[in-house]
């Protein structure tokens, strides 16, 4: 019996970390989804963005793939019925201990043969500070005739800064996965995804 549970703890601390679920929330109109169709899209960077950075590739490749799934075309800007902006943000942010981690204490004793002085150093093993990573993804898919947003959404998530899922290469893929999950999506709601 011993053996099992020691194998169960043993199996939990070995498996890896699961990434954290994503939040997604998208907005639409029965109008514009039927403008929108299954024509043909062109990814681009949103304005004020550098397309051509290697990072905003990945987000651009991760959305591509997603609409390729979803059986839309892909074309240039200039021959597509839509144009899909795609922007991709990450803050990192890092949480401050309230304590640090060396505390000292010193005690002592006096009076008749048991005199003495005691001195006590802890050392905290939680490490430094923590750093957590959003990621954010926010697409618009405009009308290319007109320029008028036919579908918006945006999927975040909040990663350990050490954890795989943190990483771009990992973060893009899944949160345009989640973005464009159940496309389009009921208009408004946010909904999370694991």
Same mark, same amino acid.
Request: proline residues 5%; aromatic residues 4%.
């Given at each position: ?5 020691? =194998? ?18 998208? /907005?639409?109109?029965?109008?514009s ?10 990814? %681009?960077?949103?304005?004020?963005? +550098?397309g051509?950075? =290697? ?7 991760? $959305?591509?793939?997603?609409?390729a799934?979803?059986? /839309?075309?892909?074309? *240039?800007?200039?021959?597509?019925d839509?144009?899909a ?5 990450? +803050? ?13 204490? $010193? ?5 008749g043969? @048991?005199?003495? $002085?005691g ?5 905290s ?8 990573? &959003?990621?954010? =993804?926010v %697409? ?5 005739? *007109?320029g ?11 990663? @350990?800064e ?5 990483? $771009? +290469? ?5 949160l345009?996965?989640?973005?464009f999950?159940? /496309?389009p999506?009921?208009?408004?709601? &946010?909904?999370t995804v694991k």
């Amino acid at each position: 019996m011993r053996a099992r549970a020691l =194998l169960a703890a043993l199996a939990l601390v070995a498996s890896p970390a699961l990434a954290a679920p994503v939040e997604v929330t998208r /907005f639409h109109t029965p109008e514009s989804i039927t403008t929108l169709g299954r024509g043909a899209v062109a990814v %681009v960077a949103a304005p004020g963005t +550098d397309g051509s950075s =290697l990072e905003q590739r990945v987000w651009l490749q991760a $959305v591509e793939a997603e609409l390729a799934a979803l059986k /839309f075309g892909s074309a *240039t800007p200039g021959a597509a019925d839509a144009v899909a902006e795609v922007r991709a943000e990450r +803050d990192v942010q890092r949480i401050e201990r309230k304590r640090g981690p060396v505390s000292v204490g $010193v005690g002592g004793s006096t009076g008749g043969w @048991n005199s003495g $002085v005691g001195l006590g150093v802890g050392f905290s093993l939680g490490g430094g500070p923590k750093a957590r990573v &959003t990621s954010r =993804l926010v %697409v618009t898919i405009r009308s290319r005739a *007109t320029g008028l947003s036919l579908w918006e959404g945006r999927a975040e998530n909040v990663e @350990n800064e050490k954890a795989k899922a943190a990483a $771009v +290469d990992q973060a893009a893929p899944r949160l345009a996965h989640a973005l464009f999950s159940g /496309f389009p999506g009921t208009s408004g709601a &946010t909904i999370t995804v694991k």
